[in-house]
């Protein structure tokens, strides 16, 4: 089993910087993409960020150029740099880690907890 712990979350004006983390632990033998979604009240749960292991990464289109993340393999950890938030950043962020199941060529999912960060207008 793996879990995944995020910390960070939390409340910021609007134009502020807030980073969150999210450390996966427990029978890893390797992750492969490790990312971030943000689910608001009432809205689908959206991809924010994902790097894969290699440093490749991908945003959604509304955070691009705002938000950064990163990854540190050693420490099966990840990050998210959330810059010039926005109150329509006001969500629950997941972190997700795909791990490969041996013996085949999938990966399963594992998600974190989940962390609020509202941004005050």
């Known amino acids: 089993q793996v879990q995944l712990v995020e910390s960070g979350g939390g409340l910021v004006q609007a134009g502020g910087s807030l980073g969150l983390s999210c450390a996966a632990s427990?029978?890893?033998?390797?992750?492969?993409?490790m990312g971030w979604y943000r689910q608001a009240p009432g809205k689908q749960r959206e991809l924010v960020a994902a790097?894969?292991?290699?440093?490749?990464?991908n945003y959604g289109d509304s955070v691009k150029g705002r938000f950064a993340i990163s990854r540190d393999n050693a420490k099966n950890t990840v990050y998210l740099q959330m810059n010039s938030l926005k109150p329509e950043d006001t969500a629950v962020y997941y972190c997700n880690a795909d791990v490969p199941v041996r013996g085949t060529n999938l990966d399963y999912r594992y998600w974190g907890q989940g962390t609020q960060v509202t941004v005050s207008s």
């Open positions: 427990g029978s890893i033998f390797s992750i492969n993409t």
């Open positions: 790097i894969s292991s290699g440093g490749s990464t």
